[in-house]
């Protein structure tokens, strides 16, 4: 029968395709983004900040080399895990990267399997630090995100608050804590969903104006949605909104020159003002570096990818010089991290979170400006408030 | 008897060979079980396709349904894994008696109407927190389990499992088709009018076919929650679970039995290993036009053009091109 | 809540109205040569880049970017034909299965062009608000719900009146019969193709304009337009105008009285229920006429 032929073929085919072992004389560290995709920017941009991150270690410690190894996991959950598999085959000593729940979830329980230290700065979802994993690490969670929001909203004085979110994975679980706390604060908070298909905010936006009436608009989605709700706000012009206030990839550079007329006032996290200005000789060795190597500006994901590089990087050299790196030791390593970074302290509890963790606010003002405008030890500039794109 | 050596050189070479030879290199076992989940959801999308006549859109509303199903008995009722995947396939099924409705549309109807029950699906995957988690999805789903000191949450422990599938759902296809009532399905593509004068109901055989599909679709499904752990509407749902199983099935042949599996395993390898290193963004563009190219050179697909071909060499010695035989 | 309820139908009014520029070309080849072109909402797509291109590479007004956005979509549009008219066998579903695949490879193509980051015209003017009273909307939304009611019209007045319009009808209903009234099938079904890409030109660029594009939004735009096809009734042009407004206003009315999260299912449900309860449509009967 030729059937169970060509089947026995295609079983070869797949053998030989797929084995091709490395051996490695440095150490290997396995990174697992996704490169392509609809979320290819965000990945190529984490991967430049931790082929910096491990440029400048191997530039100051001649006796340890370390070499990255890099596999796109497309945005899928499965190639994620497979990816992460193949690197350990590599004989990667740990792996670091990781974009969204859904993908480090299956590939941070397969580093586990695998006995790997995973470290990532890519999800912010609470589901990934209560599942007992003992060698994973987050330098960044939801509650982070959640304090910024909620500080800025609270030093403004606003006393009602609408949060317009996206029923996506992240930005639903960022805006129940966002309501959870504001609530807890006797702000009042009215929850706007919305289907990330969604094109025309306008009746949402006169939802909030006619019958919210709020003081300040949360805004938790990505980059398109923002562009919908700011257009439908500036088209509504809600009179009572002081505050137009977004998370993740809002405060960019990237968003003040492809919207220019949108961005004016709007807040967002941002780790640090625009144009950088780095003060202290590790960020401004940073910047040179990114410059050097990517001849642009280093962004709010480089910055998190140079941290997490960085933290694995240091982790590993104490766990090889104490050589309990074969044998394991290299997650009681990272656990002792306890260090002031570029995105602030970090320093891992039991689970692997960093309850240190704190985004800033920043706020898009006039000459393409990122200013930082929250917490007050970290301010760069006078806050526009109360201030909306539309005025 | 030809037959039955080259199945039980088939088997072992399945259950024996090709675990002894992978079982250290995880990465290939991690592409091939991925690889025979596509191929699972392939298979049933033709047995929909060829004996249900019936091409569908939406068998990511089946996966995704399975896959929920299981996940949440494991989680929330403690059902034991193996009876949870089965009971993915029943809900899978349940949730086909939805689309009972749209077997009266004729041909593109059909396979668009599905499309609008994957999506229907989806919202309330997202819609319904408190079972479902909502978009923020479930994470933590149970492995597989360890059975009789055999661990299946293993790589080799999952392949085992998603092969024995696949077989099993194989050799069912295989004894429909070979029925009288898959004669009689055949016969329906030719003419349902015939099939009437002959005493078949081909509404109900129909809705048979689509229950059975919809079964198959959902254990892979759920047992694909189980080895991925994690599940959110957005991945359960995804356009990509009807998409790759159709490019397969259509690349294989759909209208063979070895065609959809084969397309699967050929069609994502391939695209794993050789587009993804060709082109890293966007390779699924090669998916594109391998489709295309079979609709346009060989609508039967790869299976019946390589047969065809290799009867042709053992008749003639030599390989004539097409248009010289029209029997070819 | 009267305010809301008005401008909740106004903003469906207008999305309407950019839902059935999207859908007519759709339509037309559905209605003309019973093929479902799934590569359509790709079409419209690339039409919309060009717009980007138009004004980030030379800092035009993306409006402009439709005489460039013609020659592309035509293209496509017939390059689409020619491979169609290549199936040998089982057209109906094989015309599905390839269109589908042709998306693919231009969703693709325009991932690996301009990569998966988002663009939308970055000129204020466009977004202007126009206030009538209680109602409001962006400029460009109100421009080219406009241009949407001119493009029905013309498009019906020209499927009544002229005679590739008489041609292209003659051969949907009987093709030889047809054939033997000396029209050429495959020249009218050409014409019938590059129509629906002069469309797909006009609502990519207005896509552009009001909205958001991104790699992956073109088989939710070919899906929208094949549900408002569905509700118009085969063959039906001022369906199209009708069930696009119906789509629209029926997803803004979800928005406002319940959420928008709901806003995909309300579409789906109506789609599934017109396609069981009137297979032909809102407005089939009188599209099948001739």
């Known amino acids: 029968m030729i059937l169970i032929n060509r089947a026995l073929l295609a079983m070869t085919l797949v053998l030989t395709l797929g084995l091709s072992p490395v051996t490695a004389k440095e150490f290997l560290l396995g990174v697992q983004l996704p490169l392509t995709g609809s979320l290819a920017r965000v990945g190529n941009n984490t991967l430049e900040g931790i082929t910096v991150g491990v440029e400048m270690f191997n530039s100051t410690n001649p006796n340890h080399k370390i070499k990255l190894v890099t596999i796109d996991d497309e945005s899928s959950p499965a190639k994620a895990m497979a990816a992460v598999e193949k690197l350990a085959a590599q004989g990667a000593v740990a792996i670091t990267g990781g974009y969204g729940t859904n993908l480090i979830g299956p590939a941070s329980d397969a580093a586990n399997k695998a006995g790997l230290v995973y470290i990532t700065s890519g999800g912010v979802g ?11 690490f987050r330098t960044n ?16 004085g606003v006393k009602s608050v609408s949060i317009v979110y996206s029923t996506k994975e992240a930005t639903a679980e960022l805006a129940q804590s966002v309501n959870k706390i504001l609530s807890g604060m006797k702000i009042k908070v009215t929850m706007h969903t919305f289907d990330p298909a969604i094109t025309d905010f306008k009746p949402v936006l006169n939802k909030i104006k006619l019958q919210d009436r709020s003081e300040g608009i949360a805004m938790i989605g990505y980059e398109n949605d923002y562009v919908g709700i700011l257009r439908a706000a500036k088209v509504m012009q809600p009179p009572t909104v002081k505050a137009m206030v977004g998370v993740w990839s809002l405060a960019t550079p990237k968003m003040a020159a492809d919207f220019p007329d949108l961005m004016p006032n709007v807040y967002g996290t941002s780790m640090m003002p625009f144009p950088a ?36 990087c240091e982790a590993i050299k104490r766990s090889a010089d104490k050589g309990t790196l074969a044998k394991g030791g290299l997650a009681a390593e990272v656990r002792k991290t306890n260090k002031n970074t570029l995105i602030g302290p970090v320093a891992f509890d039991e689970t692997g979170d960093n309850p240190s963790f704190q985004q800033r606010m920043g706020q898009h003002q006039v000459g393409n400006k990122i200013v930082i405008v929250w917490p007050k030890e970290e301010v760069t500039g006078k806050m526009n408030f109360p201030a909306v794109p539309w005025k | 008897m030809k037959q039955r050596t080259q199945i039980v050189i088939l088997l072992v070479a399945l259950y024996v060979v090709l675990p002894f030879l992978l079982k250290g290199n995880t990465y290939v076992m991690s592409i091939l079980v991925a690889s025979l989940t596509i191929a699972g959801v392939a298979l049933a999308w033709a047995l929909l396709g060829n004996l249900g006549g019936m091409v569908s859109f939406g068998h990511a509303a089946f996966f995704g349904v399975g896959s929920y199903i299981s996940a949440i008995v494991t989680m929330k009722l403690g059902v034991p894994i193996f009876a949870a995947i089965l009971m993915g396939g029943f809900g899978a099924t349940i949730a086909s008696i939805a689309v009972l409705p749209a077997l009266r549309l004729s041909g593109p109807y059909f396979a668009l109407a599905i499309l609008a029950y994957a999506h229907i699906f989806k919202i309330l995957a ?16 149970p492995p597989l389990p360890t059975l009789l000191g055999f661990n299946f949450g293993s790589k080799l422990g999952a392949y085992l499992v998603i092969i024995t599938i696949i077989l099993v759902f194989a050799f069912i296809y295989a004894r429909i088709r070979g029925s009288y009532y898959g004669f009689a399905l055949r016969a329906m593509h030719e003419s349902e009018d015939a099939t009437r004068v002959v005493g078949v109901n081909s509404t109900l ?42 490019v397969a099935a259509i690349f294989g042949g759909y209208r063979t039995l070895s065609g959809p599996l084969i397309g699967a395993v050929v069609v994502y390898t391939v695209d794993q ?17 391998l489709l295309g190219i079979i609709i346009l050179f060989a609508p039967d697909g ?18 004539r091109p097409p248009q010289t035989d029209a029997t070819c | 809540m009267i305010e809301l309820i008005l401008q909740s139908l106004y903003s469906g009014l207008l999305s309407g109205g950019s839902y059935a520029l999207i859908a007519l070309g759709l339509a037309l080849v559905f209605g003309t040569m019973k093929i479902i072109n799934l ?57 599905l299965i390839l269109t589908f695949g042709i998306g693919i490879i231009l969703t693709n193509a325009i991932l690996i062009i301009w990569s998966a980051d988002i663009h939308s015209t970055s000129s204020p003017g466009f977004q202007e608000p126009v206030v009538l009273g209680p109602l409001f909307s962006m400029r460009s939304e109100l421009g080219f719900f406009g241009v949407s009611i001119v493009l029905v019209a013309a498009l019906w007045w020209w499927l009544s009146r002229s005679w590739y319009g008489r041609a292209l009808r003659a051969v949907s209903s009987n093709r030889d019969a047809a054939k033997l009234m000396g029209i050429n099938p495959h020249r009218t079904e050409v014409v019938s193709f590059v129509v629906a890409g002069i469309l797909a030109s006009f609502a990519g660029v207005a896509l552009y304009c009001t909205s958001v594009i991104q790699p992956s939004l073109g088989s939710s735009l070919t899906s929208k337009a094949f549900i408002i096809t569905v509700l118009a009734g085969i063959g039906s042009i001022p369906g199209v105008l009708v069930g696009a407004i119906l789509i629209g206003i029926a997803e803004a009315m979800t928005v406002t009285l319940y959420s928008s999260a709901l806003q995909e299912l309300t579409s789906m449900v109506l789609f599934l229920l017109v396609l069981f309860v009137l297979p032909n449509g809102l407005f089939g009967a009188a599209g099948r006429r001739g």
């Not at chain 3, 980007?52 to 409006?63: A, D, G, Q, V």
């Open chain 2, 205 to 246: 055989l129909k809705a048979l076919m689509l229950f059975l599909s919809a079964f198959m679709t959902g254990v892979v499904g759920a047992f694909n929650a189980h080895y991925i752990n994690f599940l959110e509407p957005d991945y359960a749902f995804h356009i990509g679970w009807t998409m790759l199983p159709l």
């Open chain 3, 39 to 95: 590569a359509h909402g790709e079409m419209v797509l690339l039409a919309a880049y060009m717009a980007y291109l138009m004004e980030s590479k030379l800092t035009l007004s993306p409006i402009l970017a439709i005489p460039l956005a013609l020659v592309v979509s035509c293209l496509v549009a017939v390059a689409i034909y020619f491979l169609l008219s290549r199936i040998s066998k089982n057209r109906e579903l094989n015309s």
């Open chain 1, 126 to 136: 609470n589901e990934l630090v209560s599942r007992g994993l003992k060698n994973f």
């Open chain 2, 126 to 141: 997202t819609e319904f927190t408190s079972v479902t988690g909502g978009a923020g999805g479930l994470l933590g789903i």
């Open chain 1, 141 to 156: 969670g939801a509650a982070g995100y959640a304090k910024a929001v909620v500080g800025l909203f609270s030093d403004m």
């Open chain 1, 277 to 312: 200005g780095f003060n202290t000789p590790e960020g401004k060795e940073f910047e040179k570096t990114y410059r050097r190597l990517y001849k642009k500006e280093p962004d709010y994901l480089g910055q998190f990818g140079y941290v997490q590089a960085q933290l694995l």
């Open chain 2, 273 to 289: 290993l050789v587009f993804k290193s060709l082109i890293p963004s966007g390779h699924q563009i090669m998916l594109g036009v």
């Open chain 2, 302 to 319: 790869l299976i019946p053009l390589l047969k065809k071909t290799v009867r042709r060499v053992r008749q003639t010695g030599k390989c």
